[in-house]
């Protein structure tokens, strides 16, 4: 348990760390900060939040920045009472925004998104999700040549959706039946998405290490069931990610994962109404110097959508987290 001068210690580091971008020494919190009390003092309570995990020294400079456990830490315990100043200025026109919201919600949904990469200055994706999402019927796959196929599903709803799937090797005829069988198993009577995690899930419990062409093909073809799906991604504010990070290897993984539809989808997910993943809580290598702020909306009867701001670790936790739940109550109001 910290003790109220170690709360408002750590609440300054992530502050002032926001602020200037350079790790915080007692010095600079002597000048900027609020606290009565000696320089040997506050170096003292800063060891001690390092000895507790909430704060890392960084190797070059005598300051230290929040390390994730001081930032979960912050979030958790701190931020829910913070009396801290909010984006009145933003929320004004978030206010002004809403009033011209439109009765088509997915289309204002997008547009919002748009506006809150511009408010906050960080990437900003939407994935859009219907509630009544119809089932597969039938899943066929159609020899074009030796090393094409088309894949095609039936959904209960009568509509069909097809692609042309394309190969680096060819399969026989007795594989594709094969594979066609098993995806009959593994995706009929589920959603496209229930479905894809079950073929991700088939996929584990083969070895990999001897991949038969069954195995290869239903790999290769994993990928082309969205068609199925009538879920959608934007992305909004793409270039700040360019403001996130001094690695130019690092800023590419991360645009590349922006790309990836599965993953993406699989990065902002969360099971309750607004959730904060912070560096390593992601799980994701090329993340761990970013984190992401998710919220679940309900534009309507028939579909939600999921709203998240990916951005450094460092990012201004309590405007976005007032933005996004400012959100939440409009779109929820407007139903």
């Given at each position: 348990m910290l003790t109220k001068r170690q709360i408002h210690v750590l609440q300054l580091v992530i502050q002032l760390y926001?602020?200037?971008?350079?790790?915080?020494?007692?010095?600079?919190?002597?000048?900027?900060?609020?606290?009565?009390?000696?320089?040997?003092?506050?170096?003292?309570?800063?060891?001690?939040?390092e000895s507790l995990g909430f704060l890392e020294k960084f190797h070059t400079s005598s300051g230290r920045l929040p390390s994730t456990s001081g930032y979960r830490y912050y979030i958790d315990h701190i931020l829910p009472t913070e009396d801290s100043e909010k984006p009145f200025d933003r929320m004004v026109f978030l206010?002004?925004?809403?009033?011209?919201?439109?009765?088509?919600?997915?289309?204002?949904?997008?547009?919002?998104?748009?506006?809150?990469?511009?408010?906050?200055?960080?990437?900003?994706?939407?994935?859009?999700t219907k509630l009544d999402e119809p089932s597969i019927y039938n899943v066929k796959l159609i020899a074009v040549d030796s090393d094409k196929l088309l894949l095609i599903v039936?959904?209960?709803?009568?509509?069909?959706?097809?692609?042309?799937?394309?190969?680096?090797?060819?399969?026989?005829?007795?594989?594709?039946?094969?594979?066609?069988?098993?995806?009959?198993?593994?995706?009929?009577?589920?959603?496209?998405?229930?479905?894809?995690?079950?073929?991700?899930?088939?996929?584990?419990?083969m070895n990999m290490a001897d991949e038969q062409s069954l195995t290869r093909l239903i790999k290769q073809l994993y990928h082309y069931f969205s068609i199925a799906s009538d879920d959608y991604i934007h992305i909004s504010g793409r270039q700040h990610i360019l403001d996130s990070s001094d690695d130019i290897s690092r800023i590419k993984r991360v645009y590349r994962l922006l790309e990836d539809e599965e993953e993406l989808t699989q990065l902002v997910a969360i099971n309750q109404p607004l959730q904060v993943k912070i560096g390593k809580e992601i799980g994701l290598a090329d993340l761990t110097d970013f984190?992401?702020?998710?919220?679940?909306?309900?534009?309507?009867?028939?579909?939600?959508?999921?709203?998240?701001?990916?951005?450094?670790?460092?990012?201004?936790?309590?405007q976005l987290i007032t933005m996004m739940r400012f959100i939440e109550n409009h779109f929820n109001d407007k139903q």
């Open positions: 926001y602020e200037i971008g350079e790790p915080i020494g007692s010095k600079t919190l002597m000048e900027k900060g609020d606290l009565n009390v000696s320089s040997a003092t506050l170096r003292n309570e800063m060891m001690q939040l206010a002004d925004w809403f009033d011209q919201q439109s009765s088509d919600h997915a289309e204002f949904a997008l547009r919002t998104a748009d506006l809150l990469a511009q408010l906050s200055h960080f990437t900003t994706v939407l994935v859009g039936l959904l209960d709803n009568g509509t069909i959706k097809q692609r042309l799937a394309v190969f680096k090797e060819s399969f026989d005829n007795k594989t594709i039946q094969l594979a066609e069988k098993q995806l009959q198993a593994l995706l009929i009577n589920h959603s496209t998405r229930v479905g894809q995690q079950n073929i991700k899930v088939w996929l584990s419990s984190s992401v702020i998710s919220a679940r909306y309900h534009l309507n009867e028939t579909e939600d959508a999921l709203m998240a701001v990916i951005g450094p670790v460092n990012m201004p936790y309590s």
